[in-house]
Each structure stands twice: as structure tokens, then as C-alpha cells.
């Protein structure tokens, strides 16, 4: 490796354990645990079909298999300071399961989100206005478990306290953790992967056909691609290093900036990703990351 060097089951109410307080529960004196189990299937024959998730607390993972239903188990932990504010949180934080155009969506609601019109205006959804669990006298988790069909697409968003793994899917991705990492195994297709506080590791069982974006605010970004891997390679990393062992063809002439009018002055915005070819070049694989390393590296088997 070379551095490059350019820069509903189970249901109960128990009181929470003294180990739960001591890690930050010591408001909340009830807890009940659930799990909520579905078996959905697409409306559609034909391809696309995807898969979405998109959670607020808790951790998801998703696992492709060799079926044509999406197997959801959603672990619920509700906690709370009083019965009277743990049947709240479970009246008012909900998951919503539905299927429409051959898409399958798991969506946790509750008044956390703001249901603004503006939304996020990348996909569609509403954003996160959460005023912390002593506002709410609760807080409510839920912990993904789902199998897809490995020809569907993942489109898959988290939030806080929980990990995002993904494994064995091959049509394409679209994964982001805020408060967490992201993992994907033996995974085929091309997308987008961005964890904002964690690192991202990525394996390839059959490299990226198409332009895909790997990146991390403050984490690793690492990426392990078949042999032959052909593509055009574009980073940047503000504290850290780009590592690769592929041999590097050519440097890739820098892109070109973009420029905006603002109260009627033009406004230039450099593009600081450095490029470069690897093999007889191809898509574009982009690597993003801040405060961390980049290793783009190849898998021995």
C-alpha cells in the first residue's frame, strides 16, 4: 500500500438497570422493549426496485438474500420517565411500513420531524428538529434488521446512536449516518456512501460500473476494489492522506470551478479534488474525507 501524499414480540415494562443509568438513563425510569416483524413484497415485476430506511435513533442493517420479499425486524426500546410519558413516546414515534411505484419504505415518524416543505431538497424527505429525549420525557430506538432481494437498491439514512452495516446487495446504494459509521461487505453496484462523524469501509465483490461518491467528515474513508480496477480516481482530504495500492497511470487535469452571482457580485468556488487515472480509466469514484485518510486499496481475493 502506497501513499500518494497529496495532501410486536416480547412485549414488557421493566424498570431501567442501574448500568443503563450510569451511561446517561438516570431520567428515565421505565423501559419497554418490542419487535416488530413484516414481511413486504414489491407491487411491481419489473425492475427498479428499492429499498428504503430511514431511521432517527438506533442502528440499521441490511443484508441481501436470494428472495423476492423485504424482511423487516425493527427492535423497539422505549424509555421514559414516567408510564404516562413512555405511552407517549410510543403513541407519538411510529413505523411506518408502506410500499408504492416498487418501493418498499421503513419510515420512523414522530414530532422530531419538522414535515417542513423544503425537506432536505436532495431526497425528498422531511429533516430532523430534535430538542434532545429530556424535552420529549422519552426517547424511543429502533434497531433494523432487513433482508432485500440483492438486485434492489438500498437508499438508507440514520441518525444517532447506532452503526449502518450493509452486505451481499449488488443495485446500487445510497447510505448516509450522521452520528456513526457505515459498513458495507461484499457489495456490487455503484452509489453514493457519506458517514458525517465515523469512518466508511467499503468491500467490492465486482467494482463500480458507474460514478460513485465515498465520503466522511471526520473519519476514514476506505475502499477495497477487485483487480483491474479501471476508473477515474478524484480526492481531497483537508487532515489526512490518500493511500492507494493500484498503480496510477496519469494525473487527471483539475476540474474546473464554479462561479455564482451574489447580490450582484460573481462569487468563484475552486474545485479542490486532484485526480487521477488508474488502468485505461472509467467511471468517476470521488473520496471525500476532511479530518482523515483515504485508502483506496485491492482486495487480495
Same mark, same amino acid.
Given at each position: 500500500?502506497?501513499?500518494?501524499?497529496?495532501?410486536?414480540?416480547?412485549?414488557?415494562?421493566?424498570?431501567? #438497570?442501574?448500568?443503563?443509568?450510569?451511561?446517561?438513563? %438516570?431520567?428515565?425510569?421505565?423501559?419497554?422493549?418490542?419487535?416488530?416483524?413484516?414481511?413486504?413484497?414489491? %407491487?411491481?415485476?419489473?425492475?427498479?426496485?428499492?429499498?428504503?430506511?430511514?431511521?432517527?435513533?438506533?442502528?440499521?442493517?441490511?443484508?441481501?438474500?436470494?428472495?423476492?420479499?423485504?424482511?423487516?425486524?425493527?427492535?423497539?426500546?422505549?424509555?421514559?420517565?414516567?408510564? /404516562?410519558?413512555?405511552?407517549? +413516546?410510543?403513541?407519538?414515534?411510529?413505523?411506518?411500513?408502506?410500499?408504492? @411505484?416498487? #418501493?418498499?419504505?421503513?419510515?420512523?415518524?414522530?414530532? &422530531?420531524?419538522?414535515?417542513?416543505? +423544503?425537506?432536505?431538497?436532495?431526497? !425528498?424527505?422531511?429533516?430532523?428538529?430534535?430538542?434532545?429525549?429530556?424535552?420529549?420525557?422519552?426517547?424511543?430506538?429502533?434497531?433494523?434488521?432487513?433482508?432485500?432481494?440483492?438486485?434492489?437498491?438500498?437508499?438508507?439514512?440514520?441518525?444517532?446512536? !447506532?452503526?449502518?452495516?450493509?452486505? +451481499?446487495?449488488?443495485?446500487? $446504494? /445510497?447510505?448516509?449516518?450522521?452520528?456513526? +459509521?457505515?459498513?458495507?461487505? @461484499?457489495?456490487?453496484?455503484?452509489?453514493?456512501?457519506?458517514?458525517?462523524?465515523?469512518?466508511?469501509?467499503?468491500?467490492?465483490?465486482?467494482?463500480?460500473?458507474?460514478?460513485?461518491? &465515498?465520503?466522511?467528515?471526520?473519519?476514514?474513508?476506505?475502499?477495497? &476494489?477487485?483487480?483491474?480496477?479501471?476508473?477515474?480516481?478524484?480526492?481531497?482530504? &483537508?487532515?489526512?492522506?490518500? $493511500?492507494? /495500492?493500484?498503480?496510477?497511470?496519469?494525473?487527471?487535469? #483539475?476540474?474546473?470551478?464554479?462561479?455564482?452571482?451574489? /447580490?450582484?457580485?460573481?462569487?468563484?468556488?475552486?474545485? %479542490?479534488?486532484?485526480?487521477?487515472?488508474?488502468?485505461?480509466?472509467?467511471?468517476?469514484?470521488?473520496?471525500?474525507?476532511?479530518?482523515?485518510?483515504?485508502?483506496?486499496?485491492?482486495?487480495?481475493?
Amino acid at each position: 500500500m502506497k501513499p500518494l501524499m497529496l495532501a410486536i414480540l416480547a412485549l414488557a415494562a421493566v424498570p431501567v #438497570t442501574a448500568e443503563q443509568r450510569d451511561r446517561g438513563y %438516570s431520567e428515565f425510569k421505565v423501559e419497554q422493549k418490542d419487535t416488530i416483524q413484516k414481511s413486504l413484497a414489491f %407491487s411491481g415485476s419489473a425492475a427498479p426496485r428499492t429499498v428504503r430506511i430511514d431511521n432517527v435513533f438506533g442502528g440499521v442493517r441490511v443484508t441481501g438474500y436470494d428472495g423476492a420479499t423485504v424482511e423487516i425486524s425493527a427492535a423497539r426500546v422505549a424509555r421514559a420517565e414516567s408510564q /404516562d410519558r413512555l405511552k407517549v +413516546g410510543l403513541e407519538e414515534v411510529q413505523l411506518k411500513l408502506s410500499e408504492k @411505484d416498487n #418501493t418498499i419504505e421503513a419510515y420512523v415518524d414522530g414530532p &422530531f420531524r419538522c414535515h417542513c416543505d +423544503g425537506r432536505d431538497g436532495r431526497d !425528498g424527505h422531511d429533516g430532523i428538529n430534535y430538542r434532545g429525549r429530556n424535552y420529549y420525557g422519552y426517547e424511543v430506538r429502533y434497531d433494523f434488521d432487513v433482508k432485500v432481494p440483492r438486485a434492489a437498491k438500498v437508499w438508507i439514512r440514520n441518525v444517532n446512536s !447506532g452503526e449502518v452495516s450493509v452486505e +451481499g446487495i449488488g443495485g446500487g $446504494y /445510497d447510505v448516509e449516518n450522521i452520528n456513526g +459509521g457505515i459498513t458495507m461487505r @461484499d457489495v456490487a453496484g455503484s452509489g453514493r456512501a457519506y458517514a458525517l462523524n465515523g469512518g466508511l469501509h467499503v468491500t467490492f465483490t465486482d467494482n463500480p460500473r458507474e460514478n460513485s461518491y &465515498f465520503g466522511s467528515l471526520n473519519g476514514v474513508v476506505e475502499a477495497s &476494489f477487485r483487480p483491474g480496477l479501471s476508473a477515474d480516481i478524484r480526492f481531497k482530504t &483537508f487532515n489526512g492522506a490518500v $493511500y492507494t /495500492d493500484f498503480p496510477v497511470v496519469t494525473y487527471l487535469p #483539475t476540474e474546473p470551478g464554479k462561479t455564482e452571482r451574489r /447580490d450582484g457580485k460573481y462569487v468563484y468556488k475552486s474545485n %479542490s479534488f486532484t485526480g487521477v487515472r488508474v488502468g485505461t480509466g472509467g467511471p468517476e469514484l470521488k473520496f471525500d474525507a476532511f479530518n482523515g485518510n483515504i485508502r483506496i486499496l485491492q482486495r487480495e481475493k
